[in-house]
């Protein structure tokens, strides 16, 4: 029928991103929102600092934070969510049946998103720093490479984990979604500095990737965040790898789980719950 | 394929639990089904709504766990060897909705298709080979969205047979549409068995004109048991020794006394208020009992309007075996 | 008759609306995501007032931005609903054609779906408030509050967002999935230009001009002036300079000019609905799906 394990799930992740990226060419509309919306809570965080007079790192980390929540919720609700979506389509039942790893569908889902979410952190980054004329330093293009890199897959690999569990949902998934938005910009610190919420809190955010990551990419961006920095550049990419392999390994045996749980209970393919 | 049935069910049994108590008690939809279909079978699954038909071939295409039992697709376990299974078979469902509306047909069939591995070379040929074979040409760059019913349902099962699956489960695909559709449809099954002698097709349906016209056997089905299974002309023998009568009679006051009639196997009735008839079906043994229901229709001050004996259908063996028509 | 109608196509909306806000969760679950999801959002704030205050919360603006960030969750909410009734029942459960074509009037059955989302928000907001003052030392203490012009600035300021929220809904018959977004977007223009964090004094001279346009920057103010009225009187006169940009706006002629606001919004709003239903149907939008 086809050729083996590695090129089918290849086949399936282009396949899966397909929809995403035709999409995104034939509903135009996306192209306003993503970048333009987005900078009115990032405005409006920015006059905030600048009113109480707050130094000017705070507001370029309003903007650093701003255009990374373009990933976040690319994860939460274009990938976590998904499967949710797809079981209400009836997608979901032709996935579980096709001779795929799950992943796969998620990583198409992923990439697919990808070029959306990049042009709204990208734009919301610019745009931002333009307005408000926040200047980005960049010390150590490979460390910052690194470090974005590291931050993506681990969070990615997080969302996929959070898939897993949101495949046996019902409508608890879209609220789950809306409950993670909020508390995960306070806990991981997108518009102030982690390590104000006290080193315990802090530590515990670490566990999402995006904190770290932020925190890391503050450090690189701006020559006066080390003052605000919760740990060293070093040691936030060797806890990010980390981060990369425990989420990657953690949403493959989720997957399994929830998948055989879903199976189980009769709800894997049971819509409107 | 190697020389394994195609698919073979041990005392499987899946029962689901509610949620919560208050949702009510335990549902046992499938009870102990044994089954074994051969390679190469058209085979069709005939059951009433509830009858467990949909929950056996989710657990066949790896979709549900039994709660005991076994099965097994080619030799394969679904429960424990579900990746060897997903590379033997195929499903399409009746009134599917899958696929994304703002696609293509084509880009739709070939999405699916990645998901099996096929090369889009070889992918794009069949879609367009299929595409041909459906009449659906002209729609090959026309939005999902904009599909009719059956159009849609049409590009469903050719999202299905894509993949060239050995095994194919068909859930009522022909649900819901014009004769014409699934005129196309049926057809396309019989030429695709036709050109692919070891493939197997499992089909369920409510029509059987459907199930007598395409299937090599039948598994009849209700509260989750198999209660026959064999050929169209050996079922339809069953009730061989058996009279149908059907009747068209004006309204009837009271249709009760003639389950005590004896002779009478089973009956089924319908009314039709605008024509002012009650129509009477009954599967009898011998016709014994004929003037006895004539005597009762008359004592009821009802008129026969028109009175046939037929010969046993698929229909009739239904009405038997689960003592009601198909809902 | 037609009144009781409206009212009766309203009532089984909200009916439906609470059914689908409510009941996914048990009521821990629902409780904990009604306290946690508005709080959570108001702590950002918190902490980035402390970040440069280095903790201090005794300052009028703390109580300012507090109040504002908990009141707008109505405006965000509520414009979210409206234009969520229409994605949802459209998209995911594929029931707005059969209600579309019901012998009701539409409108209402929006507005009613969508006061469920009023209610619960009224619970946020309430939550929040009181944390802030239990907690956090917010300016609002119950002997101050005039109790008149809160009850007006929230019947009035309610019935703009509201009609807002249908010209969104409208919109969202002609947009695709994605523009749920467009219900933030919009929400985020108030965010910014109605003073809902910071003063519309913070803004550009231009950007001024445009907040003092909008109704909900003259609601936000008239709903501060009735929660805490001295620590507002504090800030429109504060260092001899009107830090609210409202100052010299007296209650009335406020409220005069959110209940014009109200009426124009309110037409121009069935405006653009009636137009966007007209478009939808013209191009057989009403019942298309749009998801990848």
Redesign the interface.
């Given at each position: 029928?086809?050729?083996g394990w590695v090129?089918?799930?290849l086949?399936?992740i282009?396949?899966?991103a397909?929809?995403?990226i035709?999409?995104a060419k034939?509903?135009p509309?996306?192209l306003f929102?993503?970048i333009?919306?987005p900078l009115?809570?990032v405005?409006?965080?920015a006059?905030?600092?600048?009113?109480?007079?707050?130094r000017d790192e705070?507001i370029g980390y309003v903007v650093l934070g701003g255009a990374m929540t373009a990933f976040w919720l690319n994860v939460l609700w274009a990938m976590a969510a998904q499967f949710y979506?797809e079981k209400?389509?009836?997608?979901l039942?032709?996935?579980?049946?096709?001779?795929?790893s799950r992943m796969s569908?998620l990583a198409g889902m992923a990439l697919g998103g990808m070029f959306s979410t990049t042009v709204n952190a990208a734009s919301t980054l610019a745009i931002g720093a333009l307005i408000f004329n926040v200047a980005f330093h960049i010390s150590n293009p490979f460390m910052l490479i690194a470090i974005f890199l590291a931050t993506m897959v681990a969070l990615y690999g997080m969302g996929m984990m959070f898939a897993s569990l949101y495949m046996l949902f019902?409508?608890?998934a879209h609220?789950l979604s809306?409950?993670m938005t909020?508390?995960v910009?306070?806990a991981s610190g997108?518009?102030?500095?982690v390590k104000?919420?006290g080193a315990w809190a802090a530590a515990g955010a670490s566990f999402i990737p995006i904190t770290l990551g932020l925190d890391a990419l503050r450090q690189m961006f701006f020559t006066g965040a080390a003052e605000d920095a919760f740990l060293s550049i070093e040691v936030e990419l060797l806890i990010l790898l980390g981060l990369c392999v425990v989420f990657l390994i953690l949403a493959h045996y989720s997957l399994r789980y929830m998948e055989?749980l879903g199976?189980?209970?009769?709800r894997?393919?049971l819509r409107?719950q | 394929m190697n020389h394994e049935p195609a698919v073979k069910v041990e005392s499987l049994t899946r029962v689901?639990?509610p949620k919560k108590k208050k949702e009510g008690k335990s549902v046992r939809a499938l009870d102990s089904v044994d089954l074994q279909i051969e390679q190469g079978e058209l085979f069709g699954i005939l059951g009433p709504n509830g009858a467990g038909k949909t929950t056996l071939l989710?657990i066949l295409?790896?979709?549900?766990?039994p709660t005991s039992g076994k099965a097994y697709i080619a030799g394969f376990d679904v429960e424990s060897q579900f990746?060897d299974v997903?590379?033997k078979?195929?499903?399409v469902s009746g009134g599917?909705?899958?696929?994304?509306g703002?696609?293509t047909v084509k880009?739709n069939l070939?999405?699916?298709?990645?998901?099996?591995?096929?090369?889009s070379k070889v992918a794009l040929q069949r879609i367009d080979d299929m595409l041909k074979d459906f009449g659906l040409s002209d729609k090959k760059d026309a939005k999902v969205r904009t599909l009719s019913t059956g159009q849609r349902q049409k590009m469903n099962i050719i999202?299905g047979f894509i993949?060239?699956p050995d095994i194919i489960f068909l859930d009522e695909p022909t649900l819901g549409l014009d004769v014409n559709a699934s005129r196309v449809i049926r057809d396309f099954i019989l030429q695709w068995l036709k050109d692919h002698p070891t493939k197997t097709v499992v089909l369920t349906t409510h029509y059987m004109v459907e199930a007598d016209e395409l299937c090599d056997r039948i598994a009849i089905i209700d509260n989750g048991k198999i209660l026959a299974c064999d050929t169209p002309e050996r079922l339809k023998r069953r009730v061989q020794m058996n009279t149908t009568l059907s009747m068209d009679v004006t309204l009837l006051k009271d249709t009760t006394v003639f389950r005590t009639f004896e002779g009478v196997e089973s009956f089924t009735f319908t009314e039709d208020g605008e024509k002012g008839l009650t129509k009477l079906r009954f599967v009898m043994r011998g016709e014994s009992g004929v003037s006895d229901i004539i005597s009762a229709v008359l004592g009821q001050g009802s008129r026969i309007e028109s009175l046939q004996k037929t010969e046993p259908t698929l229909e009739d063996v239904f009405i038997k075996m689960v003592g009601k028509g198909l809902e | 008759m037609a009144v009781m109608n409206d009212l009766r196509t309203m009532k089984n909306a909200a009916w439906l609306g609470w059914q689908?806000e409510a009941n996914?969760?048990d009521p821990f679950?629902f409780a904990t995501?009604s306290i946690?999801?508005p709080i959570?959002?108001t702590?950002?704030?918190v902490?980035?007032?402390?970040?440069?205050?280095g903790g201090d919360t005794d300052n009028a603006?703390f109580s300012y931005?507090f109040i504002g960030n908990a009141l707008y969750m109505y405006v965000a909410e509520v414009l979210f609903g409206v234009t969520w009734v229409i994605h949802d029942d459209r998209e995911?459960?594929m029931t707005l054609k059969q209600v579309y074509i019901a012998p009701i009037n539409f409108y209402a059955y929006i507005l009613g779906r969508s006061a469920i989302k009023i209610v619960i928000t009224t619970a946020g907001v309430i939550i929040t408030l009181v944390f802030g003052v239990l907690v956090l030392g917010v300016d609002i203490f119950l002997g101050d509050i005039d109790w008149l012009l809160l009850a007006v600035s929230t019947v009035l300021g309610m019935g703009c967002i509201c009609v807002l929220g249908l010209a969104l809904g409208g919109i969202t018959f002609l947009?695709?999935?994605?523009?749920i977004?467009?219900n933030?977007?919009v929400a985020?223009?108030f965010?910014?230009m109605s003073g809902?964090?910071?003063?519309i004094t913070?803004?550009p001279t231009w950007a001024q001009s445009i907040s003092k346009v909008l109704p909900v920057t003259y609601w936000m103010d008239s709903m501060r002036r009735a929660l805490m009225p001295d620590a507002m009187a504090e800030l429109s006169s504060a260092a001899a300079f009107d830090v609210t940009g409202l100052g010299g706006f007296s209650n009335l002629y406020i409220m005069i000019y959110l209940a014009i606001s109200a009426a124009i919004f309110f037409v121009l709003s069935l405006a653009v609905f009636k137009f966007a239903d007209g478009v939808a149907r013209r191009k057989g939008k009403i019942d298309w799906?749009?998801?990848?």
């Open positions: 029928m086809s050729d090129i089918r799930n086949r399936a282009k396949g899966r397909y929809p995403r035709i999409g034939r509903e509309s996306w929102f993503e333009v919306l009115f809570t405005a409006a965080y006059y905030v600092y600048q009113f109480m007079d707050a705070l979506w209400e389509i009836g997608n039942q032709l996935y579980m049946i096709a001779p795929i569908i019902g409508r608890e609220h809306n409950l909020d508390p910009y306070l997108f518009f102030f500095p104000y919420l055989y199976k189980a209970t009769g894997l393919t409107w | 689901f639990e989710k295409s790896t979709l549900l766990l990746n997903r590379q078979i195929n499903m599917e909705v899958s696929g994304y703002l696609l880009e070939w999405m699916f298709s990645q998901f099996y591995g096929i090369k999202r993949t060239d | 689908m996914w969760a679950l995501y946690v999801k959570s959002a702590l950002i704030l902490f980035m007032f402390m970040v440069v205050t603006y931005m995911h459960y947009t695709a999935r994605h523009s977004g467009i933030e977007g985020g223009i965010y910014v809902i964090i910071f003063p913070a803004l799906t749009t998801s990848y």
